[in-house]
């Protein structure tokens, strides 16, 4: 186990208690180096002959980014790094719960370097975090709300990293979704946006989560076809406001019937590598 200490000045400088509360602080990476090189999930699969323009997911992460700032949300850039050709994912590398940065541990070898980035930024900056993990968890599986931590048991996120997880929040209530083999990470088929409201691609979520996320949430169903195109994993940016995909149109209609802004922004190039506004956030502060 390995944590960084906060001092005085860093008090309050990291606080994240749910998915929706008014974003102010995102890690974000460009996708300078965006490439399929090796496919390492079901989408990159599908896409690995097509491949990625990464002129173009350049432009689009950047019209993605200039949302963010207009919204008043201070984006924090870390350097590419050119072996590292998923690094525009950063929900990856760690989550926020409360007043706690948590690094993951990657476990697809050509992503492991990633945490090392992440921590040299966090320390150089100096920022506090905890590196507890001794199997393998990754951002993308973790989903808070208040007290509620839900975590995706994946190929990506183990029992052992799920365990630990429980014993360090013993106050929290950690509850594991199983997820269907050929699902990457939980915001993949689910994503809170409001107290009262989720996204679920319900095909692809254990039937005892399914029900304790009824009795939770109003569950806006999402199709195949759009589950496909990266469909749930919206970005909440606080006040009933969403980042989604426009070629979403079902989801998007259904937000909007739902009482929610959603700003429709491209980013076609990006997700063909398997992630999308979510995947390649890092929220730092909530409010």
């Known amino acids: 186990m390995m944590t960084s200490i906060p001092t005085k000045e860093q008090t309050n400088m990291i606080s994240c208690n749910s998915e929706y509360d008014e974003l102010q602080k995102v890690v974000v990476v460009p996708p300078e180096h965006m490439k399929i090189k090796e496919a390492i999930n079901e989408t990159q699969r599908h896409f690995l002959k097509e491949n990625i323009d990464q002129s173009r997911a350049l432009r689009q992460h950047q019209q ?3 949302v963010l700032k207009k919204a008043g949300i201070e984006v924090i850039s870390l350097h590419p790094s050119q072996d590292l050709n998923e690094q525009v994912f950063t929900r990856d590398i760690g989550f926020t719960i409360g007043d706690t940065l948590y690094v993951s541990k990657m476990e697809e070898a050509l992503r492991k370097p990633e945490k090392r980035v992440l921590i040299n930024w966090l320390e150089t900056n100096q920022y506090s975090y905890e590196d507890i993990f001794s199997d393998s968890i990754e951002g993308g599986d973790v989903l808070v709300d208040g007290q509620d931590i839900w975590v995706g048991r994946s190929n990506r996120t183990s029992d052992v990293a799920i365990q630990t997880l429980k014993d360090h929040l013993p106050t929290y209530n950690v509850m594991p979704i199983t997820l269907d083999d050929e699902i990457l990470h939980l915001d993949c088929v689910l994503n809170i946006v409001s107290p009262d409201t989720a996204l679920i691609y319900s095909k692809a979520v254990d039937s005892v989560s399914r029900k304790r996320l009824r009795k939770k949430y109003h569950l806006i169903e999402v199709s195949d076809e759009e589950q496909f195109n990266m469909g ?41 590598s398997g992630g999308s506004f979510r995947c390649s956030t890092l929220p730092l502060k909530r409010k």
């Open 64 to 66: 993605f980014v200039n």
């Open 232 to 272: 749930p994993n919206v970005l909440s940016i606080g006040g009933n406001q969403v980042i989604s995909l426009p070629e979403n149109k079902q989801v998007n209609k259904q937000l909007r019937e739902a009482g929610f802004t959603v700003h429709e922004v491209p980013f076609s190039e990006i997700i063909k």
